[in-house]
């Protein structure tokens, strides 16, 4: 069955960093867009980046430009969010999403804490 399995959350200070993963199986990961979305407590999910299939171009919200970085190695079935300079307001529930049309998958979700 298809599955998203994120890792890398954790509790961080203001400032500092964080590499999450997210490792897909059960479909043709190559042939998806993928997605991170957060969902800070109270708001609704927010795209935070996107890299697509077919040429890795990637997208970002606003809030995270110049800070957070998307990438993905197809050969491992693995999409990546690098999250540098971390601020309070980047806490959240992050999700990793595969996208291809009909198809839409989410994983479970991991916990990002930015706090002094």
């Known amino acids: 069955q298809v599955q998203l399995v994120e890792s890398g959350g954790g509790l961080v200070q203001p400032g500092e960093a964080l590499r999450l993963s997210c490792a897909g199986s059960g479909f043709t990961f190559s042939n998806y867009a993928m997605n991170w979305y957060r969902q800070a407590p109270g708001k609704g999910r927010e795209l935070v980046a996107s890299i697509t299939s077919f040429d890795g171009s990637t997208n970002y919200a606003d809030s995270v430009k110049g800070r957070f970085t998307i990438s993905r190695d197809n050969a491992k079935n693995t999409v990546y969010l690098q999250m540098n300079s971390l601020k309070p307001e980047d806490t959240a529930v992050y999700f990793c999403?595969?996208?291809?049309?009909?198809?839409?998958?989410w994983g479970q979700g991991t916990q990002v804490t930015v706090s002094s």
């Open positions: 999403n595969a996208r291809a049309w009909p198809y839409n998958h």
